[in-house]
């Protein structure tokens, strides 16, 4: 895979393009350096509203760190330095007036590993919102995101429990729950299944689908499997760059670049 | 749907709340910062007022030449030289009153030499044998300097003398302890910290590391290891009178070894043992177990493996541990007051049965300046801290530079 | 196997060097054994001798040991001056201690922490009778200079300092604590739209919240059974008060006293030194006990 080289120079292949007024982020010519080693070569896509879109590549190719840049996560890393544009509703996200607090306050993130804090289940759905001093029904909100997580069911009558207490899958759940809390409009997933079994990667794939009604869902995956079942569009990234982007159907049936075509039918990656 | 105007995500409310937020923050990132600064402001303010104390400024007012006099540095080369000098200024002969025993013993007694730092070093050493609660003033560092400014043009008239006289100086470090505050020496103490502690070094470092290397090498996964282990944590936290008081008992008493040097050293090892022993075991934990499997891969007995792969890979980090241990030896106090180390002692711990000689250590010598009621012996205990201190920084120093100069590379 | 019980008997040397450390693992077991033995024996005779009676001792409210007219073994004013100065002690040490922590653990950057560990263990690492020293000959004149009262020895001065004392203790075990959360909860907090501040205080430290209590608990055995800096200090009066302003005698200024004050051995005043020794054993004993506790029961556990 690694002597597969992109030229510096490489346009993404688009199948289609996004109306402006369909995209909910818009991502153009994103560059960004760990120290003295660049990370991403001028990524641009447009994210479209109420839409799952995937994130795939062989691992090291940069779409976590594409992820991240999108709710500026990376700024918690002291040596990396970001160039390029990247808007929100048609706010510049790295405008020096935006606070990437307020960010993360509007795009939501689920990680890798499932990350409860060492608190009640309620507390950890809780969390967010108390910290926008939400003041509406607090009982309620929890409860309704625990149903939009499809976990309420299990933990109804256990919300003081730790959230540790639960399975893997369920874990993750509450983590989407949580993030769901805050009422987000984007909600960001990276790898949200790789530490999970068969039946709980079902479950949460399930809850994609569902929940892409109400929100906007960018998610990395290191399955095309996963990828052709949750996504809308698709995003295949190499070596920092975005090589090739389009419906999820029409990369996997009928991808335009070579190197989309050899990840697609196994033959790197 | 998109808004171009705006540069904020949140209602204003929202924005209004991140920015009381973030101001929250800031003010809790300020009082974390505050105890690091207060404890830094502590150690400086150790330090200076220690320095303060210990460099004295003299204010001696010229009465007549009977009653008190300056010497030229060049005539007081030693304490003997300046018993001679007042005598002469007396009138009275110095050879025979200083070779009679009997006459020697009177004039010391009636001395005032006690306000003559050892006059080798710098021109402001003074002599002064008039009665010094009238004559001689003697102050801290910047109240002396102060009242020398203020007493400037009256000094010309009057008749005063300034002297700076610091207590600290390289003759404080070869006297010997003594019961007057200006001529009390920190020899003694100083020989006697390095015998104890070349002892307690010698003790801890073999029993510590020998009951880490058991420990993390040879002890079974059984009860035994376990009370071992809990054992030892205990012990870390039994305070350090109480290893005075097992000295006491022990040593001192039922094993008749009196108030010795000996004494001292075993006491002070079985204090710092749990510290070298966890400091240690860390090191050892800390060695990859791939280079002992390497080791018994290639037919190394765990002995062989021990001495030429775990140990070697370990030392630093024992190094480390058992000097910063030593550091905390070397100030402890309270246990040797316990068993009964001296304040004042006059000969030096030396020859054959110095392990059963009396002793007295730096910190012990310091808390015996408080006890005696003469309250120039404050200024010389800061004299003695500021070496202790300086002692301890050095030590500090140097594992830390062990430290930085031998960090893990795996 | 031939082999094998051929090179034992050809290396008899390794069997030595097992026994040598094990000799050497079995000297700490020693310690504990000296210990408790000589603390209960002069106990067992303090406590046995006719003029001291057992209830008095616990429940008595004066100490008098050396008043032969008047000689009573309460031992409330020694625990009163112990816990009055421990309290100080924790009051300025926790909140130096736990503050310097967060900030070594999630604020300050690598460069600054690994400057300021080192002043922190210069910190620790100056004797205690260095600064029983400042605290009466620097600390207690200025608190003197504007607080009316306050008499030449007395608690807060050593409390304070004692705090001082205590602040490398409580910040390098919680430091350890918080460096051992997770960096996902932190990334998890920081998902959800929290600041720096909000991270640290609503999820790193809760989920330290185990070895932080472990730490103060541990500061507290460590303040418990401090000696120089209240002998210097705080003073030699037993005292059944709650003024810090006072003088007080603590268990250990006791026990230093009494060692150093030529009583006759076998006597109560000398034996007492013994059962007070027992009774700081103990104390710090059990808040050893607890803290490790502490520790077990309630860190939470990620995989």
Redesign the interface.
């Known amino acids: 895979m690694a002597h597969v080289v992109v030229p510096e120079n490489h346009v993404t292949v688009r199948t289609d393009s996004i109306a402006p007024e369909d995209a909910i982020v818009n991502a153009e010519d994103i560059k960004l350096w760990y120290g003295d080693f660049q990370a991403l070569h001028g990524c641009s896509i447009a994210i479209p509203k109420n839409q799952v879109t995937a994130l795939i590549g062989a691992s090291g190719c940069g779409k976590s760190t594409f992820l991240k840049t999108i709710n500026r996560m990376n700024d918690l890393i002291q040596t990396v330095k970001i160039e390029g544009s990247m808007h929100y509703n048609g706010i510049d996200l790295y405008d020096k007036a935006i606070d990437p607090v307020e960010v993360r306050r509007k795009i939501g993130m689920v990680f890798q590993k499932p990350n409860p804090f060492p608190k009640s289940i309620y507390d950890n759905v809780a969390f967010g919102p108390r910290l926008n001093g939400f003041k509406g029904d607090m009982d309620a909100l929890v409860e309704k995101s625990l149903r939009s997580a499809a976990l309420w069911d299990e933990v109804e009558d256990k919300l003081k429990q730790s959230g540790l207490s639960l399975s893997g899958g369920q874990q993750q759940r509450l983590c989407i729950a949580r993030a769901m809390a805050t009422e987000p409009e984007v909600i960001l997933m990276d790898e949200p299944t790789s530490a999970l079994d068969p039946i709980a990667t079902d479950k949460i794939e399930e809850l994609i689908h569902e929940i892409k009604k109400e929100y906007t869902v960018v998610i990395v995956t290191h399955s095309m499997q996963q990828a052709g079942r949750v996504s809308d569009r698709t995003v295949f990234m190499h070596l920092g760059h975005i090589i090739e982007e389009g419906p999820t159907d029409l990369i996997f049936t009928n991808p335009q670049h070579e190197m989309t075509e050899k990840y697609i039918s196994g033959r790197f990656g | ?4 105007t ?5 209602t204003p409310e ?2 209004k ?2 920015k009381a ?2 101001r ?3 003010i ?2 300020f ?6 600064v ?3 402001l ?2 400086l ?2 330090f200076l ?2 320095i303060n ?1 210990a460099f004295v400024w003299q204010t001696i007012k010229r009465t007549g030449s009977s009653s008190g006099m300056l010497f030229d540095k060049k005539e007081v080369t030693s304490q003997e030289k300046g018993f001679e000098l007042e005598l002469e200024a007396r009138g009275d002969d110095p050879a025979e009153t200083l070779s009679d025993e009997e006459n020697r013993r009177k004039f010391l007694l009636r001395s005032r030499i006690d306000h003559l730092p050892e006059a080798n070093g710098e021109k402001d050493k003074v002599i002064v044998w008039t009665s010094r609660d009238k004559i001689v003033d003697q102050r801290p560092y910047l109240e002396g300097r102060r009242l020398k400014s203020e007493l400037a043009a009256e000094a010309a008239e009057e008749g005063y003398d300034f002297a700076l006289n610091p207590l600290l100086d390289k003759a404080f470090l070869t006297r010997n302890g003594s019961s007057r505050p200006h001529l009390a020496g920190f020899r003694t103490a100083i020989v006697g910290t390095l015998w104890v502690i070349m002892l307690v070094i010698l003790l801890s470092t ?3 590391v ?2 880490a ?3 993390e090498e ?2 079974p996964k059984n009860w035994f290891s376990a ?2 282990e809990v ?16 000295g ?3 040593f001192v008493r ?1 094993w008749q070894m009196g108030s010795s040097i000996l004494a001292a050293a075993l006491t002070l090892s ?1 204090l710092i ?2 510290v070298v ?1 966890i400091a240690s075991r860390e090191a050892i934990r800390a060695v990859p177990s791939s280079l002992r499997q390497a080791s018994y891969g290639l037919g190394a ?3 062989q493996t021990v001495n030429n792969v775990v140990l070697p890979n370990a030392v630093t980090g024992i190094v480390t541990g058992v000097i ?1 241990a030593i ?2 030896a ?5 246990p040797l ?2 068993i ?1 180390g001296a304040g004042f002692i006059s000969t030096i711990p030396g020859g054959w049965d110095v392990l059963f000689d009396r002793f007295s250590v730096m ?1 012990l010598q ?2 015996s300046y ?2 005696v009621p003469d309250g120039n012996f ?1 200024e010389v ?2 004299a003695g ?1 500021l070496i ?2 300086s002692l ?2 050095a030590i ?1 120093f140097v594992a ?1 530079l062990i430290r930085l100069r031998f960090e893990r590379k795996w | 196997m031939k082999s094998i019980g051929l090179a034992k008997k050809a290396r008899p040397q390794e069997e030595i060097v097992r026994f040598a450390l094990l000799a050497c693992a079995l000297i700490s077991i020693a310690t504990t054994i000296g210990v408790i033995y000589s603390l209960s024996v002069e106990t067992f005779q303090f406590f046995t001798h006719p003029a001291v009676s057992v209830k008095e001792f616990f429940t008595g409210r004066q100490w008098s040991p050396n008043f032969q007219n008047n000689q009573h073994f309460g031992i409330a004013p020694l625990v009163a001056g112990t816990l009055v100065i421990t309290g100080i002690a924790l009051l300025v040490g926790i909140p130096l201690g736990v503050g310097s922590a967060i900030y070594l653990s999630e604020f300050a950057s690598n460069r600054t922490r690994r400057i300021i560990m080192p002043i922190l263990e210069i910190l620790a690492g100056i004797p205690t009778v260095v600064l029983g020293f400042f605290a009466i000959f620097t600390l207690t004149p200025i608190l003197r200079s504007f607080i009316p009262g306050m008499e030449p020895t007395n608690a807060m001065s050593a409390g304070i300092i004692m705090g001082f004392m205590l602040l490398p203790t409580v910040s390098s075990i919680s430091v350890d604590s918080m460096r051992a959360v997770p960096q996902r909860l932190r990334e998890a907090a920081y998902g959800l739209g929290a600041t720096e501040a909000e991270v640290v205080m609503k999820v790193i430290v809760p989920a330290a919240l185990s070895g932080i209590v472990a730490a103060i608990i541990l500061a507290m055995s460590r303040a418990i059974g401090e000696t120089m800096i209240v002998v210097l200090a705080a003073g030699q009066k037993p005292n059944l008060s709650i003024d810090p302003r006072e003088t007080f005698q603590t268990m250990t200024a006791y026990i230093v006293s009494a060692a150093t004050g030529d009583l006759e051995p076998g006597t109560p005043p000398a034996l007492a030194l013994y059962a007070v020794g027992m009774m700081l054993f103990l104390i710090t004993l059990v808040l050893n006990i607890i803290s490790h506790y502490v520790v077990n029961r309630f860190s939470e556990k990620y995989d």
């Open positions: 749907m998109s808004n171009l705006q540069n904020t995500l949140l929202e924005r709340r991140l937020r973030q929250t923050g800031g809790l990132k009082l974390t910062v505050l105890p690091i207060l404890a830094i502590l150690i303010f150790v007022s220690n104390n073999v029993v510590g020998g009951t290397v058991y420990l040879y002890a009370v071992l054992n030892l944590r205990n012990l870390a936290g039994v305070p350090s009178i109480v290893y005075g008081l097992l006491a008992y022990t039922s079985l043992l749990p022993v007995t765990k002995l910063l550091a905390r070397i100030g402890e106090t309270a007051v316990m009964g910190p310091i808390y408080f006890i404050r205990a800061s801290i202790l201190l301890l920084i500090y830390f």
